[in-house]
């Protein structure tokens, strides 16, 4: 089977302010974002609820506006939706009426690609998210897991420069979880598109990234860019390393953060520097 290539994907995110709602209703949902992310990172945004994670990738996506800053993708401002940057949620949006082969191809379908061309990609990416033996089957009779791998199918079938994903493994148990984690570090090590993670799961976020950008309460500010250098595969066994409890703590910290009070920093020694107080884990 061939691997897909992923040069391209780098973002460039400078002073980013997005206001949500009109009228008195409108708020300031993030604020001043300023970060650039690397074609082929692996990048988790890790917060609060509400600190406008979810926010951010819709940006991404193209699904909102930013009300000052500038928002670009290998070079060009992201204007609206594109295939190129592919959104999964937490919640999969299969179609119940079509087979697992026909909700992937279904975006190649809408792009014009014949049957048998689009089948094959739809049956090359099942492959790849190891659902060879379900393209006929239908959405409701896969359990979580597996719909979710097919949602992430039905994205990397249009081959696109980032992958956005908000949360979706939030509503799968923890085993189902986990697995669902060692297969998209499998899949991303094949494929290499850029990956922005959005989720709440300290564990879930030093796992699996190459960087963690850490926000603060609304509106939503980067206060932390953390660069994880566990080696690759990584597998279950890092969860109890110490430097793994040790960057855990350090991020509790930060989610404990409030404006006004001393910022969570890690000096070079290693231990948190701060007046908050230690958090059991």
């Avoid at 659902?131 to 359990?143: I, M, R, S, Y």
């Avoid at 793994?244 to 404990?256: A, G, P, Q, S």
């Amino acid at each position: 089977m061939s691997v897909m290539q992923a040069p391209e994907g780098r973002i460039d995110i400078r002073q980013l302010s997005i206001v949500l709602g009109t009228g008195a209703q409108a708020f300031e949902a993030v604020q001043g974002l300023d970060c650039q992310i690397e074609a082929g990172q692996f990048v988790c945004v890790l917060g609060p609820s509400g600190c406008g994670k979810s926010t951010l990738l819709g940006a991404l996506a193209g699904h909102l506006q930013p009300r000052t800053g500038t928002l670009d993708v290998d070079g060009v401002s992201v204007s609206g939706p594109s295939p190129q940057r592919g959104m999964v949620f937490q919640q999969h949006t299969l179609f119940p009426w079509r087979s697992v082969r026909d909700n992937v191809a279904f975006g190649l379908k809408m792009r014009g690609l014949g049957k048998a061309e689009r089948y094959r990609a739809a049956d090359e990416i099942l492959a790849l998210v190891g659902l060879e033996g379900f393209a006929g089957h239908w959405p409701d009779q896969l359990f979580g897991g597996m719909q979710q791998r097919v949602e992430i199918a039905r994205v990397l079938v249009n081959r696109p420069r980032l992958l956005l994903m908000d949360e979706p493994f939030g509503a799968l148990d923890a085993l189902t979880r986990l697995r669902m984690q060692e297969l998209l570090l499998d899949i991303w090590t094949r494929i290499r598109t850029t990956v922005v993670f959005v989720t709440h799961d300290i564990d879930e976020a030093l796992f699996l990234a190459d960087r963690l950008l850490v926000m603060s309460p609304r509106p939503g500010r980067i206060i932390e860019d953390l660069r994880l250098d566990f080696a690759r595969p990584r597998t279950t066994e890092l969860v109890t390393h110490p430097e793994f409890t040790r960057l855990k703590r350090h991020c509790l910290e930060l989610l404990h953060y409030a404006e006004g009070r001393q910022l969570p920093r890690l000096n070079p020694l290693g231990l948190p520097e701060t007046s908050l107080p230690r958090f059991a884990l």
